[in-house]
């Protein structure tokens, strides 16, 4: 059974820093294009980078620039690391994989705000 255990949010300032954490299970995570989602009060979720199976990356326009994914293969672990945080960055974060995605972790919330 595919699981997702997502950690690291929290509460930040604005301008501040987090590091997100996506432990798997059940698949590794080297072999598939993983993605880190978010999704706000009230709006759909969405992808806010993905990671392929060769390292290659892709970032959502509005976190270009700010937000880093990488992925630790012996760690089976996928990180999102997050600099200059904006109040409008506020959701929860999950990760999963970007084709057939599997069933969701619980998330973690991060909220920026001063």
């Known amino acids: 059974q595919v699981q997702f255990v997502e950690s690291g949010g929290g509460l930040v300032q604005p301008g501040g820093s987090l590091r997100l954490s996506c432990a798997a299970s059940g698949i590794d995570v080297g072999f598939y294009t993983m993605g880190w989602y978010r999704q706000a009060p009230g709006k759909q979720r969405d992808l806010v980078a993905q990671i392929t199976s060769i390292g290659s990356t892709r970032y959502a326009d509005f976190v270009k620039g700010r937000f880093t994914i990488s992925r630790d293969n012996a760690k089976n672990t996928v990180y999102l690391q997050m600099d200059g945080l904006k109040p409008e960055d506020t959701a929860v974060y999950y990760c999963?994989?970007?084709?057939?995605?599997?069933?969701w972790g619980q998330g973690t919330q991060v909220t920026v705000s001063s």
């Open positions: 999963n994989k970007l084709i057939s995605p599997s069933s």
